[in-house]
């Protein structure tokens, strides 16, 4: 009647039912399966910070042997797709339209003025997309200097440098291997924050919990087995992510698929139990989601180093953004995923881990009683 | 007794179905911190947090050549303000140390016979590795780097002055991200609100047992939905507004459009996104429901929007899947509003599915409403 | 087993709660209690008197503030686990998991408690066939009717035998038959098993069952005592009275209550049931009106009334304020028209008068189940009208149709003179509704709701106000126009649902089962305001589980399965049954199973 039976007994029990509401309820499924999916399609194929074919008008205001070799890199580039204009205003008219975003113009007296060593082109971007022009001034610059010192050093004789990029962990140097990672994160946070903190909410808001305290069961009891099928969503929307990255982007996993579905649920267990102190800290789905969505979702997606690389952010950013979990989460799947088993990283991000894992279990514990309000 | 008739009556109602609505809202302490705190908190956040912008780029320098050029050549670019060396490594397999652990992002390896490949008139490579974790940083970084040889180069050749390239970036001259992202972020943040609340209003009112004392009033559905979907486009105004004043005041992002035009837009867009919000909350049987619904449908919309990353390096398949999503239409009028100061005869295009999404959803959560809320 | 045992011993248990930004409040002041093993105890008091928090405590669900508390030998305190693995307990609002089905609900207690799997065929047989639950066990519990809801959560609840079983209003929103079912089944238990049971209810004639009553109120134990002991302190004090020919019960009843010199009135039997202590039961307003009244056997009810009478009197002169409830006190008296109650002025014949509500040939169809089975009624200008039936009758869908809120499959419906067919809308603004959950906005104030309805029912601005001002008289909200609807007590918060479908004047009201929780005093009060009501002339519709309450009615009609079973006079209806003396609760059971009698032998 007591011990460890008992509670291996209680605990299938709650198991169970936790599992036939789960199937029941779309919303679930919808959240666990359907999003994870949709996510990593759209995110996968969609979005893309990788710059290529950039809509350029080059203006030949000077129609002479010099300009033409001058805008040469423009030809057959996949960094462009340019278009040919003789007089800068009608480019102007095609960047305000959002034809093109750039514009390389060579003035009328291009090839005169080089001779004089005065020789200018203008460069024109659109900065709406500050990314697309960043990258595109330091390419066309890079080509016409490129260009001008080979006409100077093949009549001086003189070798040239050339830059040789190598992309490490990225060979393919796609966006999708970046992302990937990020979208396990995303996944995992939703389902383990927004998830668990909704059911567990919906039962103090519907008051079955108290019902259910008045018996032998332990609320160790009740937590687990809250958390073990929101668990299995997420471990499953995490596989077929997995499968889908695999496939789809023939992700590369350098590093132990031990390592990363062990860290990954390491951090699934922290954010089940942040989804088990929001509900047992607000007890009302409404107010919960709100609070997870500011806490976990947000944070998750802009601080982490998901979108936005973390070293390009300010100091003070930088220090909130330490204070998250998913933070070093992140980084270890990276490195994980594209780099192999770097185990410094490792074993410091895992120590890091732990620790908040730790905090948050103890913090749901402590804050989840058998008693109402 | 005395009534009211005819379009006055309709006017009443909608007006004390709005104000009911509002009252409600702005009666709940918590939920007066949740239309207020958020959009603050984000626009500080999101405007400091959505830079693309490498100052520094940290990385390893290893020079195997130690000759003067290649001495010239990392004057270059310790000069350039785009780098910051970190390291200065003696031989290539030490950078790998420094990537792993995220010090560098990039390493720049001047190989032994650089300087006589030079004199012999040859191309001397310069190596760039640049850790591809996070691939739009590893291709602008070694596009500087790029940038950087060549102008050494032409230094070498033929002096400073025979050939330069003056650049000059419109609507936003230093190519902060900041500027792109803070305008985008005004019709985001309502497109999310007037979801959200336009999808929780019928189901909060059938959760709390409101909604039966409502219809057997004499409102009549249309009124009852029309006057659900005033407050959160008012709420969603307000909200918008709240960061176009972060936008312009703290961060100093110059405003170049007409006020008017803009309202215009973010009013447009409200009005499509409630469509969606209202067949969200007729279809939902409760308010998880509705969250998760909410969810599942405003996340693809948002990433599908081009407010992270630009439509146009989507590929073409998903290119017209965004067709269906006004905020993509709303984000690319107040950009151009907002950045280019573009007038009507400019943006009324974008105008067009805008309405033409409205015009689609307000009538389906009109069919939805009858048919499962009453 | 040994009487003398107790499974529960508290002394001195006091519970407060210190609410943000409102002061104390303390819920249970100094209480005593003590429950015997092997019998059933009861706990009585009206709405809010701390009888949910009491059992909370018990449970170890809440930590009392002061006092010790001991149950089935341990301290809660120190052992709420010890505890809470050998007591069963039924909050108000069981706990069922509506998306498991009802053999899944049972199988999830009867794990959690450690029902060897042996046992549990036969006991859960047993249990199923008392509830009348056995052809349901597939079925999802969140699609029971209410009272199968109530009575799954008294099967899971029981799926082992405790050492003390704990229930909190088991039968609110219970019909009177599933209520005598349940009460059966839990004495049986009692019987079998020894049961120690300790149970709070609103219902006298549930408490009159057990060996033990204790009566609550404001936090306060008033008194306990065996249920005929309890009843004695009214003996002697109760009267009848016949009212006058052509005159409704209920005027009588309400004119009767307004006398200072009685303490409580009710109508039985076509008859109003009173309480007073002088002599003979010579109020005066009986000898003006030549009416004598014949002593009564005193109920349970009556002592209670007494009691709570007693110490809210006191209570307010004690503390010289006035009482939310009570009559004659404060505000209340003031208000109501005494003089007009006086005349015990003869109801119009309802007959033959102007027709209100006609409906024919009434049907819904659920798929292929008939919720509302070719039903017709007409409903009079100026009658109080009840809709009676067992849960799942269809009465609440009959409800629903006549308010314009569910469409009829087929049949006519015409309110106020309007089809509802063709004009819902147009209806509607002849009509006030009245639900059964409090279901204004509960965080708009008063004088917001009221205007925003009364702006809803299209009152110009001038006359808006006007009505405000008038309606928040009549039900006394006026010292309570700023207060938030979710922080008045509940008494107010029926007060306001009712100005609120009053200000436009309607000329029907709907009223959805209007007196489910709350307190005995605040429906007297309620009552009173109904008849006033149908004497100006407003049509009223309603829909009660409490008995006692369809003796207010004019006519009132039961229905079972979809099928309209009676329809009449409850004396009509009395007469009829051949039961002339019978409680609307005996004559209610009495109809539902002479009809399900006759059904299962065709």
């Known amino acids: 009647m007591n011990g460890f039976p008992a509670f291996l007994r209680r605990l299938r029990a709650l198991t169970r039912k936790e599992f036939a509401q789960l199937l029941r309820d779309n919303s679930s499924i919808l959240m666990g399966v ?73 003035p009328p007296d291009f090839s005169a003025k080089l001779a004089r060593g005065e020789g200018t082109v ?90 259910l305290f008045v018996t032998p069961v332990r609320i160790f009891e009740v937590i687990l087995a ?52 929001i509900s047992a800290l607000t007890k009302n789905q409404y107010l919960a989601c709100q609070v997870a969505l500011l806490v976990s979702f947000l944070p998750t997606v802009m601080l982490s180093g998901f979108l936005f690389d973390l070293h390009s952010q300010p100091q003070a950013i930088q220090v909130i953004s330490h204070f998250l979990p998913t933070t070093y989460y992140l980084e270890l799947m990276k490195s994980l995923f594209l780099a192999g088993n770097y185990w410094p990283l490792i074993a410091e991000d895992t120590a890091i881990l732990l620790g908040y894992a730790g905090f948050f279990i103890w913090l749901a514990f402590y804050l989840t009683r058998k008693k109402v309000a | 007794m005395q009534t009211l008739t005819g379009w006055r009556l309709i006017w009443q109602h909608l007006l004390f179905l709005a104000h009911k609505e509002l009252l409600a809202l702005v009666k709940d302490p918590r939920m007066k911190f949740m239309l207020i705190m958020p959009p603050i908190i984000q626009g500080l956040i999101f405007g400091y947090a959505a830079n693309y912008n490498l100052d520094e780029v940290p990385y390893a320098l290893v020079d195997s050549s130690h000759s003067a050029a290649s001495r010239d050549l990392i004057a270059h670019m310790d000069a350039s303000p785009s780098f910051r060396r970190v390291a200065t490594l003696g031989n290539v397999q030490e950078v790998s140390d420094y990537v792993d652990s995220g010090e560098i992002i990039m390493a720049v390896v001047i190989p032994e016979d650089f300087a006589s490949k030079l004199e012999r008139g040859e191309t001397a490579p310069v190596q760039v590795l640049a850790d591809g974790r996070n691939s739009s940083i590893a291709g602008i970084a070694s596009g500087y780097v790029n940038a950087v040889v060549a102008q050494w180069n032409l230094d070498r050749a033929g002096g400073r002055s025979a050939l330069s390239v003056e650049t000059r970036t419109w609507y936003n001259p230093n190519q902060l991200t900041r500027w792109n992202f803070l305008p985008g972020l005004i019709g985001m943040i309502s497109f999310v609100q007037v979801i959200l609340l336009g999808g929780m209003s019928v189901a909060k009112e059938r959760e709390e047992g409101t909604f039966d004392q409502l219809l057997v009033t004499p409102l009549t559905q249309t009124e009852i939905l029309l006057g659900k979907a005033i407050p959160p486009i008012l709420v969603g105004l307000f909200q918008s507004t709240a960061l176009f004043l972060i936008a312009l005041l703290w961060f100093r992002v110059p405003f170049q459009g007409s006020l008017g ?114 | 087993m040994a009487t003398d045992e107790a499974v529960i011993e508290v002394h001195g248990l006091t519970k407060a709660f210190y609410p943000k930004g409102l002061c104390k409040v303390v819920a249970l002041d100094h209480v005593d209690l003590r429950v015997a093993r092997g019998e059933l105890t009861a ?96 079925r999802l519990a969140g699609k029971l009717s209410g009272g199968m809801k109530q009575k799954l959560g008294l099967a899971c ?118 309480i007073t202590s002088v002599p003979d039961g010579r109020v005066g307003l009986l000898t003006r009106h030549g009416l004598t009244a014949q002593p009564a056997e005193a109920r349970l009810e009556d002592a209670f009334m007494l009691l709570l009478h007693a110490d809210q009197n006191g209570a307010a002169n004690g503390r010289g304020e006035t009482t939310l409830r009570g009559k004659a006190v404060g505000e209340d008296a003031s208000n109501t028209s005494a003089a007009a109650a006086e005349q015990l002025a003869p109801v119009p014949a309802g007959e033959g008068d102007q027709v209100d509500i006609e409906v024919r040939d009434l049907v819904k169809k659920f798929g292929d189940f008939t919720a509302v089975a070719h039903t017709s009624f007409q409903v009079h200008r100026g009658e109080v009208f009840g809709l009676l039936g067992p849960n799942g009758a269809g009465k609440t869908t009959t409800f629903r149709m006549l308010c314009g809120l569910l469409p009829a499959t087929s049949g006519q419906l015409s309110v106020a003179g309007v089809d509802l067919r063709k004009a819902r809308t147009q209806a509607r603004a002849h009509i006030g509704y009245v639900a059964q959950k409090f279901s204004l906005y509960e965080k708009l104030t008063v004088y917001e709701n009221l205007c925003f309805f009364g702006g809803i029912y299209g009152l110009p601005r001038q006359q808006l ?20 609807a979710i922080s008045l007590p509940g008494g107010y918060k029926q007060r306001l649902a009712m100005a609120a479908a009053l200000l436009h004047k309607p000329r029907i009201l709907f009223l ?23 004497a100006q002339g407003t049509t009223i519709i309603i829909t009660t589980h409490f008995m006692d309450e369809a003796e207010y009615c004019d006519r009132m009609m039961i229905q079972d399965h979809g099928e309209l079973l009676v329809l009449g006079r409850p004396s009509d209806i009395r007469r009829r049954m051949h039961l002339p003396d019978a409680d609307m609760n005996e004559i209610f059971i009495a109809i539902v199973e002479q009809s399900r009698e006759e059904g299962a032998k065709t």
């Open chain 3, 512 to 534: 959805d089962e209007p007196t489910s929780g709350i307190d005995p005093l605040a429906r007297r009060t309620f009552w009173q305001q109904i008849t006033r009501l149908a």
């Open chain 1, 122 to 211: 203008q460069v024109l971007l659109n900065g709406e997309e500050a990314t697309t022009a960043m990258s595109a001034q330091a390419y066309v610059q890079a080509a016409v200097l490129t260009w001008a010192a080979s006409q100077g050093a093949a009549r001086a004789g003189l070798g040239q440098a050339s830059v040789v990029p190598r992309v490490w962990f990225n060979d393919a140097n796609t966006s999708s291997w970046f992302f990937v990672p990020g979208i396990l994160m995303l996944v995992l946070t939703i389902s383990g924050v927004f998830l668990t903190a909704m059911v567990m909410a919906r039962e103090w808001e519907r008051g079955t919990f108290e019902s």
């Open chain 1, 226 to 277: 809250k958390v073990i099928p929101y668990f299995t969503v997420a471990i499953v929307g995490m596989g077929l992510c997995l499968v889908a990255g695999r496939l789809c982007y023939d992700l590369p996993m350098r590093g132990s698929l031990w390592l990363i579905l062990g860290e990954s649920m390491l951090y699934l267990i922290i954010a089940l139990s942040m989804g088990l102190v």
């Open chain 3, 157 to 274: 609840t029981l799926v082992r035998s405790p050492d003390l079983l704990l229930l909190d209003e088991p039968t609110v929103g219970v019909d009177p038959l599933s209520r005598r079912e349940l009460w059966t089944v839990l004495q049986q238990l009692v019987g079998e098993e020894h049961l120690s049971v300790f149970v709070s209810t609103a219902y006298m004639d549930e408490a009159a069952r057990c060996q033990q009553v204790y009566v609550l109120n404001q936090g306060r134990m008033l008194a306990h005592d065996t249920p005929a002991g309890l009843t004695r302190r009214a003996q002697g004090l109760c009267y009848r009275v016949a009212p006058p020919k052509g005159v409704a019960t209920r005027v009588l009843q309400s004119a009767l209550l307004d006398d200072p010199a009685v303490q409580d009135a009710v109508p039985v039997g076509g008859q109003v049931h009173f």
């Open chain 2, 261 to 374: 035009l803009l309202y215009l837009s973010l009013l447009l867009f409200a009005v499509s996104a409630t469509g969606i919000g209202l067949s969200i909350s007729s279809l939902a049987r409760n308010m998880q429901q509705v969250l998760v619904y909410v969810l599942v449908f405003l996340m693809p919309m948002v990433l599908l929007s081009g407010i992270a990353t630009p439509v146009a390096n989507m590929p073409e398949a998903l290119q017209i899947i965004t067709y269906i999503d006004p905020m993509r239409f709303a984000l690319d009028a107040i950009r151009r509003i907002y950045a280019e100061g573009a007038s009507f005869m400019e943006i009324w295009p974008d105008f067009v599915p805008m309405l033409a999404i409205a015009a689609v959803t307000l009538p389906l959560a009109g069919w939805l409403f009858r048919r499962h809320a009453a």
């Open chain 3, 465 to 484: 106000a006007a009505r405000i001002e008038a309606v928040m008289q009549e039900f006394q909200l006026t010292s309570r126009r700023d207060q938030p």
């Open chain 3, 43 to 138: 706990l009585v008091g009206p709405d809010g008197a701390g009888k949910t928090t009491l059992m909370r405590l018990v449970t170890g669900l809440m930590a009392p503030t002061a006092g010790t508390l001991t149950v089935v030998g341990y301290d809660v305190r120190q052992q709420a686990q010890a505890v809470q693995d050998r007591l069963s307990y039924m909050p108000q609002k069981f706990g069922l998991y509506e998306d498991l089905t009802v053999q899944e609900n049972m199988n999830l207690y009867a794990d959690l408690h450690g029902v060897p799997r042996a046992e549990r065929t036969g006991r859960f047989n047993h249990l199923l066939s008392m509830m009348g639950l056995e052809r349901f066990t597939g």
């Open chain 1, 34 to 106: 359907v999003l994870p999916l949709a996510l990593i399609f759209i995110i996968g194929y969609g979005m893309s910070l990788d710059v290529d074919r950039v809509p350029t008008a080059v203006v030949l205001a000077e129609d002479s042997p010099t300009t033409r070799s001058a805008a040469s890199f423009t030809v057959g580039s996949r960094y462009f797709s340019p278009v040919y204009v003789h007089s800068l205003p009608e480019a102007e008219v095609l960047m305000r339209q959002h034809a093109v975003n750039v514009i390389v113009h060579f």
